[in-house]
């Protein structure tokens, strides 16, 4: 999750460690692989019908398995993105105006997130 007012920094920073992190690798081995053929093809099928804006990546990894780091901006609550174990390179982003509506957006789902850590301050918005 992402304060609305931070969004652009945010992703442009973190745009600019995918590229450093995955650009440096020597070799397609260095940059990671899915385990194998059924994990690659089940974290694809979440990009399907995902109902936000593909930021950075490829759009069409559930048609072609070319999964590459990828940013989703405002998935859809009920997409099975937002609903099923990621455990790969999707990192879905939830932009929200205030704590508390963060707070509450991760109160109301049945599934808890594994974890939650907030880097701010504690009466702002940071």
Known sequence: MCHESKINIFIESFKKQLEKGYNNCQTPAESGKMVNEFHLKRVCSLMENH?????????????????????????S???????????????????????????????????????VYYFGQRNGIN
């Open 51 to 75: 109902g936000g804006e593909v930021i950075l990546g490829n759009k069409n990894a559930h048609i072609d398995f070319d999964l590459k780091p990828t940013i989703i901006l405002n998935p």
């Open 77 to 115: 609550k009920d997409s099975k993105l937002m609903k099923e174990e990621i455990f790969g390179p999707i990192f879905p982003i939830i932009l929200y105006t205030n704590i508390d509506e963060a707070i509450k957006y991760i109160s109301e789902e049945q599934e808890k997130p594994l974890c």
